[in-house]
């Protein structure tokens, strides 16, 4: 709910059971409780968590335990708890019957104990720790748990086994304009799109990687020979990246050779 009201309709009759309003600001996120009696919470950017009793769904009570924007809620499969996470970096758990708060997930320490639960593994995702590696959506999926970033990239955990690297799926947000295989290792192929981003991808495989540049310029082709990238830009320079190994795939450094139209 991209506003400061809601309404839910019933999927087979289209009727109307319950109005969601009592929030001063944007709606950011809503959940369902998936068993009775049925509850619905919502969250949004005046640091509010509301919830409803129905059907027909009416405001019951608010809570301001949070201290910034809160992203989201989700109840738990089973229906007996929610929890509210927020960009003070915390997450609270909640009571779903009554919404009575039972336990905060605190930015301390990882995750502080409080009798609501134990931090067992901190995961942390690849890259450069940079903006574009921003979290800003996580699922836990059967066996697997899945993060997505904000330049794109999807890493995916193993449940079973934490300690195991994830896999990554990514690749370009803009148009591809160049394409280039390695001579040395002809299973390797390198892309690159209109907003300077050079992609590493392996046969059979995927992506494999993202070459980490100082400058992101416009490229307009570019050639691999052996250890070295070769690109021009819309800049009018040339740009040699030297690399130790292509497996890291990780910039070392670079020259600017710099052209000049006539």
Same mark, same amino acid.
């Given at each position: 709910m991209a506003n400061r009201r809601g309404r839910q309709d019933g999927w087979d009759s289209g009727t109307n059971v319950g109005e969601f309003d009592g929030h001063s600001r944007r709606v950011l996120s809503c959940a369902?409780?998936?068993?009775?009696?049925?509850?619905?919470?919502?969250c949004g950017e005046d640091f509010l968590v509301n919830f409803y009793e129905g059907p027909?769904?009416?405001?019951? $009570?608010?809570?301001?335990?949070?201290?910034?924007?809160?992203?989201c809620v989700r109840f738990s499969p089973d229906?007996?708890?929610?929890?509210?996470?927020?960009?003070?970096?915390?997450?609270?758990?909640?009571?779903?019957?009554?919404?009575?708060?039972?336990?905060?997930?605190?930015?301390?320490?990882?995750h502080k104990e409080d009798g609501c639960g134990k931090v067992k593994k901190t $995961?942390?995702?690849?890259?450069?720790?940079?903006?574009?590696?921003?979290?800003?959506?996580?699922?836990?999926?059967?066996?697997? $748990?899945?993060?997505?970033?904000?330049?794109?990239?999807?890493?995916?955990?193993?449940?079973?086994?934490?300690?195991?690297?994830?896999v990554s799926l990514s690749g370009h947000m803009k148009n591809v304009n160049s394409l280039a295989i390695l001579k040395s290792n002809q299973k390797s192929i390198l892309s690159s799109s209109y907003d300077g981003l050079i992609v590493k991808w392996i046969e059979g495989i995927g992506f494999s990687?993202?070459?980490?540049?100082?400058?992101?310029?416009?490229?307009?082709?570019?050639?691999?020979?052996?250890?070295?990238?070769?690109?021009?830009?819309?800049?009018?320079?040339?740009?040699?990246?030297?690399?130790?190994?292509?497996s890291s795939f990780k910039l070392v450094s670079f020259l600017h050779f710099d052209t000049h139209m006539t």
């Amino acid at each position: 709910m991209a506003n400061r009201r809601g309404r839910q309709d019933g999927w087979d009759s289209g009727t109307n059971v319950g109005e969601f309003d009592g929030h001063s600001r944007r709606v950011l996120s809503c959940a369902f409780k998936p068993t009775r009696p049925f509850r619905v919470v919502t969250c949004g950017e005046d640091f509010l968590v509301n919830f409803y009793e129905g059907p027909p769904f009416k405001f019951k $009570l608010s809570h301001r335990d949070h201290s910034n924007f809160v992203n989201c809620v989700r109840f738990s499969p089973d229906g007996s708890k929610f929890i509210t996470v927020s960009s003070d970096k915390k997450g609270i758990i909640y009571d779903a019957k009554t919404a009575d708060k039972v336990g905060e997930l605190s930015s301390e320490d990882g995750h502080k104990e409080d009798g609501c639960g134990k931090v067992k593994k901190t $995961l942390t995702c690849p890259g450069s720790g940079g903006v574009e590696d921003m979290l800003v959506g996580c699922l836990w999926q059967n066996e697997y $748990l899945v993060t997505v970033s904000l330049g794109g990239t999807v890493s995916i955990f193993s449940a079973s086994d934490p300690d195991k690297a994830p896999v990554s799926l990514s690749g370009h947000m803009k148009n591809v304009n160049s394409l280039a295989i390695l001579k040395s290792n002809q299973k390797s192929i390198l892309s690159s799109s209109y907003d300077g981003l050079i992609v590493k991808w392996i046969e059979g495989i995927g992506f494999s990687g993202k070459l980490e540049r100082k400058v992101n310029t416009q490229i307009k082709c570019f050639a691999a020979v052996e250890e070295e990238i070769i690109s021009s830009g819309f800049d009018n320079k040339v740009t040699v990246h030297f690399k130790d190994t292509f497996s890291s795939f990780k910039l070392v450094s670079f020259l600017h050779f710099d052209t000049h139209m006539t």
